[in-house]
């Protein structure tokens, strides 16, 4: 069946989780994107953006992370059609929490629905991964992959795309704050290295594994071992002012891990709920950014799930 009207959510979500670069992610259920699609009859693609950050977001379709998956989708339905794309931002852009991803998972979420394109979670995946392609300059698909599935992903596999999705433990918890800092991921993955020494990348395979072995085991102080990044993180710690400092008061205040959320300058703190309140360590995250002069959001979640229609007219 197809409609004339479909509307999507998707959630926030955290890339990286430490030693996971651009292939671990988790849905937040603490802020989401809203995208609402409509069928037009002019064979274009018109753009509305409202909410979080809104002002600093493209409405030209082929700059906008949910104008190009939608391009994308209509090529592949062949349907001369157009198309009005209204995005209602819940997520700050620039935040490390998967902004642009949401916004472009929302929407493949709901031309799928509005087109009845029945693609499988891995193409949407696909699809989305090419808004984040236009966003951050590079593809990598951790964001969207949690925005779509829901839970925690592992991108196993870049080429051909292959997705895991694990439940996290149900005393996982995650503290998180976003300072008044505007990070580019483009910015942020242009300070990366371009070759990896091998002790770090032992480093890294082990570390990445003890998170993953974390799960296996429903033991969430594995999981937080496994939040050391030997790689990426040192090379992005000079974009974040405070970081360190962040990172050791998250620690003391009980959190098992922590690390930077996605590209930046968000921070995330993985959380044992049945041991330390998420608030707490947040709160603690906060006050050590006051510290340093910068101003932040506390934020707290927990594991949620992916993107999902919430409306559609026929
Ligand atoms: N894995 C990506 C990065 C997430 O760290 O650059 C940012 O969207």
Known sequence: ???????????????????????????????????????????????????????????????????IVANELLKLSREKIGLKIRILKGIRPGSGLGSSAASAAATAVAINELLGLNLSSTELIGFAALGELASAGAPHADNVAAAIMGDFIVITSREPLEVLRLRMPDNVEFAIVLPEIKLDTRLARSVLPRNVDLGRMVHNVGRAASFVAGIAMNNVEVMGKGMVDAVVEPARERLIPGLNHVKEKALKSGAAGVSISGAGPSIIALVNSRKVKARDVALAMKEAFEEVGVKSIPICAKPGDGAKVVRRER
């Open 1 to 67: 069946m197809v409609f004339s009207i479909v509307e999507a959510t998707a959630p926030a979500t955290s890339a990286n989780l430490g030693a996971g670069f651009d292939t671990f992610g988790v849905a937040l259920d603490a802020l989401s994107d809203k995208v609402l699609i409509e069928k037009i009859d002019e064979g274009s693609l018109k753009i509305e953006v409202e909410g979080e950050g809104s002002e600093s977001i493209p409405r030209e379709p082929e700059k906008n992370t949910a104008g």
